[in-house]
C-alpha cells in the first residue's frame, strides 16, 4: 500500500470512532461497477458500496441531476412543496404500485423501520412489535431492538419494551389482539441470505390480518429492483401493509422511504412523523434519478437475468453447498470453508465481496447494471479458489 493511503488510514483510525471492521482499502473513486484505490488498482465491486450503488458508481444521469440541483437549491424543509420532491414521490409510487398509495420519505433504512414501528404501534394503539431471529433491520433503538443476529442485538442492555424476537416457525401462531406489527426481511440477507417461504409469510399475513395487526417489510435490500423486482412485496401476491426502502434508493445519497397502503394512509395525520432532511431537494434528485435510470436501462430484468445466469454458473462448483437470494442479491455457501477466506481470495484477484453473520455465506449484492462479462471475470476467479479458512 503506498504512502498516501497509509496516512489516509491513520488520520481516519485515529480522528474517527473504531465502530467499523474494516478492509484496508482507501476508495476515493469509482465509476460503474469499478472502484479505484489510492495506488491505481481496479477492483470490480460485487458488493456495491454495500447494497447501495444500485445504478453503479457515479452514474451520469445521477450525478448530473446531482449537480443541477445543487445549482438550484440545496435545502428547504418539509414546511414548503417542492418539485423534485413531488416528482420523486410520484416516481416512487408508480413504480411500487398498487396497494402501496404513498411514502414517508427519511434518510436511512433504520429511520424509515424506526417510522414504521411507531406508525403501526399508534394506529392500533397496542405495543407488540414481532420479528425474527437472525433479522437485521438497523442500529437506532427501535429497528435495533427488532434485530434478531445476535452480534449486533448484543449492544442493547436495556432492548425497547414490547419487542419479541421469535423464531420464523413460532411467528404466525403467535400473532394475537396485543400485536401492532410483525416486522420482516422476506430475505435476510445479514443473517446469510434466507428467504422466508412464501407458505409461511402467506400464513404470518393472513394472522396479522384475522388479529388486525400489520406486517411490515423491511426491503431495505431487497427492494429498488435488486430481486429482479421493484418490491419483493406482491411475491405470490402476499402486499404487506408497510414497506421500507433505502439503501439503493438514491445510489449512494442518503434517502429511505416507507411506503403504506392507502387504508394505512388515511389514517396518518399531520405531526405523525417528520424528519429534517427527509425528502431533501438533494436526495429527492438522486432518487428520481436512480428510478428513471432503472426503468430506462432495464436494470430489474438485469437483475434477474444476470443474477440468475451466477446462480446456475456457482451452482456448478463442487464446493458450493447452495445459492441463496433472488436476483443481485445472492448468498454462497461455501462447503468446508469460510466467506472471510473466499473474500481475502477474491480481494487478490480485485474484486469485492461481502460476508454475513453466517461465516460461511459470502454475500454477492453487485450494482444493478451488472454486465454479462463483469459476471464472467468474477466467475473465472472463483473457479480457481480453493476453500479454506
Ligand atoms: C435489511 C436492513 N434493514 C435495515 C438496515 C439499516 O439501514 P441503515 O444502515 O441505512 O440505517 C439495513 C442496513 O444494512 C439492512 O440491511
Redesign the pocket.
Known amino acids: 500500500m503506498g504512502e498516501i493511503a497509509n496516512t489516509v488510514i491513520e488520520t481516519e483510525d485515529r480522528y474517527q470512532l473504531k465502530t467499523y471492521a474494516k478492509l484496508p482499502l482507501v476508495l476515493d473513486r469509482g465509476r460503474g461497477c469499478y472502484v479505484y484505490d489510492q495506488d491505481g488498482n481496479e477492483y470490480l465491486d460485487l458488493y456495491g458500496g454495500?447494497a447501495v450503488v444500485s445504478t453503479g458508481h457515479c452514474h451520469p444521469r445521477v450525478v448530473e441531476a446531482l449537480r443541477t440541483q445543487a445549482e438550484d437549491i440545496l435545502f428547504y424543509s418539509n414546511v414548503v412543496y417542492s418539485s423534485v420532491r413531488a416528482r420523486a414521490a410520484k416516481k416512487l409510487m408508480e413504480l411500487a404500485g398498487p396497494p402501496y398509495w404513498q411514502a414517508f420519505l427519511a434518510n436511512?433504512?433504520?429511520?424509515a423501520?424506526e417510522n414504521a414501528i411507531k406508525l403501526a404501534r399508534a394506529l392500533t394503539g397496542r405495543a407488540t412489535v414481532i420479528s425474527l431471529s437472525n433479522s437485521?433491520?438497523?442500529?437506532t433503538y427501535g429497528?435495533l431492538s427488532s434485530t434478531g443476529v445476535s452480534n449486533y442485538a448484543a449492544y442493547l442492555n436495556t432492548p425497547v419494551p414490547g419487542h419479541r424476537i421469535l423464531d420464523l416457525q413460532d411467528v404466525a401462531e403467535s400473532i394475537d389482539s396485543d400485536t401492532a406489527a410483525v416486522l420482516l426481511?422476506p430475505i435476510q440477507?445479514?443473517g446469510g441470505m434466507e428467504e422466508i417461504p412464501e407458505q409461511t409469510l402467506r400464513q404470518i399475513h393472513g394472522n396479522c390480518r384475522k388479529h388486525g395487526a400489520f406486517l411490515i417489510f423491511?426491503e431495505?435490500?431487497t427492494g429498488v429492483g435488486r430481486t429482479g423486482s421493484f418490491l419483493y412485496a406482491g411475491t405470490g401476491g402476499i402486499y404487506p401493509e408497510m414497506v421500507t426502502l433505502?439503501?439503493g434508493i438514491a445510489s449512494g445519497v442518503p434517502a429511505?422511504a416507507l411506503l403504506v397502503t392507502r387504508e394505512v394512509a388515511d389514517q396518518v395525520r399531520s405531526g405523525d412523523m417528520g424528519a429534517t432532511f427527509g425528502g431533501a431537494p438533494v436526495a429527492c434528485a438522486a432518487m428520481e434519478a436512480t428510478l428513471q435510470v432503472l426503468e430506462e436501462e432495464d436494470l430489474l430484468r438485469n437483475a434477474a437475468r444476470i443474477g440468475n445466469y451466477l446462480r446456475e454458473q456457482l451452482e456448478a462448483l463442487p464446493w458450493v453447498a447452495e445459492v441463496r437470494g433472488r436476483g443481485l442479491l445472492l448468498g454462497i455457501k461455501i462447503a468446508g470453508g469460510t466467506a472471510k477466506h473466499l473474500g481475502r481470495f477474491l480481494r487478490t484477484r480485485k474484486i469485492l465481496a461481502g460476508t454475513s453473520s453466517d461465516p460461511s455465506v459470502l454475500r454477492l449484492m453487485p450494482p444493478l447494471i451488472l454486465a454479462r462479462d463483469q459476471a464472467d471475470t468474477f466467475l473465472e476467479a472463483i473457479r480457481s479458489y480453493e476453500p479454506g479458512h
Open positions: 454495500h436511512s433504512g433504520s429511520e423501520n437485521f433491520h438497523g442500529r429497528s426481511e440477507s445479514m423491511d431495505v435490500q433505502a439503501k429511505s
